[in-house]
């Protein structure tokens, strides 16, 4: 058996991957953004140092028509935006607004500069969108077969069929939120606010008289502004078309459930942390609800989530945040558990579960309430006939059987191990409902035990026993290991009993999760 350790740390890795793909183009996009502020820049200053005088311009005089010489060098200029805005693809409405200014007689100075910034913006703007379409297109795909390669490795190789191209950039311009807009949209969208942000800047700078170390100030820094927008554009749509390629992935291989990863560091936002190791159908499978990308920045991922297999013991990585190491921490030991022991430092591990699990109302104890509530409530205890049940093989059922109902009581009938259909059965029928005893000998059992006692007892849930068969078992590891599994797949009501030696040591009532 496979424990989910695996996938975790494989998508966690995969993910990592194919977010540095977009690191790297928000990377470039900003040595873009920043050319064309300084290209902004430089026209802004030879357009004042020509006309100005001090620095200093006039509405009036940034609307006197160009000279024959100040014209012929701006149609030079507008010529060869039109050969780039043609090799770019950029819209026939552009490309002829451009020609358009090319031939008239008649240019005003600010019209001249207006059209200027029109010219870096577009080019930005052009060589943005190609760019991201670009990295997109191998972000998506490339997600959705190593995600089919990571599955097929542990569950069996079969054939797989490589996204046709005309499907990936149908998947590409489909919108994925509420405003109906793509990647390409926005940018666009984006350009168009850009510009007329900067044009306006440089009209209201003129209006004012203001020198041009004002304008130009002021135009960085909604240079900046965009900048970052730009980025977040590049990282939120990147991890969209990440987990898109893993869900297509889960969705042919026949996954149904997956689970919900978040990077373990300090930089895990609120949302994330929430969701962390929440195992979920993947039919509720929707990006920026309950799958990444949540937020701006998101690093988590998804894995596929197997709930028949599983290998005890086993560890998850997470970063130390004050040494900046990796250390092991137990594979169900989530972020919450991580922060407060390796973070906070507030508590042990054993006493922030212990104290949280409780207070999440997931787990009450309430061994008090059920002890009293029971106590000497009567009732019998039936053993099948030994021609269907031998007493000799079942011992240890009778022996747990009588204490429980020595202390508590109610009616209490053992079952056969398999019914008349031939299909496995929990151990008891106690006050009209299903119980499966479970014996452990390690916490590291509590798992394995608990996850075929919840399929043995589904059918009419009253609870699941675990007796402590070994000397060294600590209570709160076994309360912590139960409160983990149950967690992550109980989907039903139930209480637990944990017992040890000849007496009930703790009863526990779980609460399906929300």
Not at 51 to 75: P, Q
Not at 192 to 204: A, H, V
Not at 329 to 334: E, S
């Amino acid at each position: 058996m496979e424990h989910d350790k695996y996938w975790a740390e494989r998508f966690e890795q995969l993910t990592e991957a194919e977010l540095r793909k977009a690191d790297d183009l928000s990377a470039e996009m900003v040595r873009e953004y920043r050319q064309t502020a300084q290209d902004l820049n430089d026209d802004i200053q030879r357009w004042y140092a020509r006309f100005a005088a001090e620095n200093k311009m006039s509405l009036a005089e940034a609307r006197r028509v160009l000279t024959g010489r100040e014209l012929a060098e701006f149609r030079w200029t507008v010529d060869e935006y039109i050969k780039y805005a043609k090799k770019a693809d950029l819209s026939e409405a552009y490309i002829q607004k451009l020609k358009n200014a090319s031939a008239r007689v008649h240019i005003d100075r600010l019209e001249a500069i207006r059209m200027q910034m029109a010219q870096h913006v577009e080019k930005l703007a052009a060589k943005g969108n190609a760019r991201l379409t670009d990295v997109l297109r191998d972000i998506y795909p490339d997600a959705q077969m190593r995600t089919a390669y990571e599955v097929q490795k542990k569950k069996g190789f079969e054939p797989f069929a490589r996204i046709p191209e005309e499907d990936v950039d149908r998947i590409l311009k489909k919108p994925w939120v509420s405003d109906g807009l793509n990647f390409s949209d926005r940018i666009w969208r984006d350009k168009e606010r850009l510009l007329n942000t900067l044009q306006g800047e440089l009209t209201r700078g003129l209006i004012r008289g203001e020198p041009y170390g004002k304008i130009a100030q002021r135009i960085a820094g909604r240079m900046g502004v965009a900048r970052s927008a730009a980025a977040r554009l590049v990282e939120t749509e990147a991890a969209f078309f990440s987990s898109r390629g893993q869900l297509d992935a889960f969705r042919d291989l026949g996954v149904e459930q997956y689970e919900f990863v978040a990077t373990l560091d300090s930089r895990t936002s609120e949302t994330c942390r929430e969701m962390d190791g929440k195992v979920l159908p993947l039919s509720e499978f929707k990006p920026g609800i309950t799958a990444p990308p949540l937020h701006c920045h998101c690093r988590s991922t998804t894995c596929p989530y197997f709930d028949d297999e599983f290998t005890e013991g086993e560890t998850r990585a997470a970063r130390d945040p004050e040494t900046g190491k990796t250390v092991q921490v137990n594979t169900y030991f989530r972020y919450e558990e991580w922060k407060a022991v390796y973070v906070d430092k507030t508590k042990t591990y054993q006493q922030w579960r212990r104290d949280n699990l409780f207070e999440r109302k997931i787990l009450k104890d309430v061994t008090e309430q059920f002890l009293n509530d029971k106590q000497k409530s009567g009732g019998t205890l039936t053993v099948p006939p030994q021609s269907v049940y031998s007493v000799k093989d079942h011992r240890e059922e009778i022996r747990v059987a009588e204490i429980l109902q020595e202390s508590i009581g109610d009616d209490m009938v053992l079952l056969t191990e398999r019914n008349y259909e031939g299909l496995r059965t929990p151990d008891y029928v106690w006050d009209g409902t299903l119980w499966d005893l479970k014996v452990i000998s390690s916490v590291n059992a509590v798992h394995n035990a608990l996850r075929k006692g919840l399929r043995q007892i589904a059918a009419n849930p009253g609870g699941i026993i675990l007796w402590m068969a070994g000397d060294r078992m600590k209570l709160d590891d076994v309360v912590v290991a139960v409160a983990n599994r149950l967690y992550r797949s109980a989907a039903f009501d139930l209480k637990l009993i944990i017992g040890k030696d000849d007496a009930i040591v703790q009863v526990l009532k779980y609460t399906k999760k929300e």
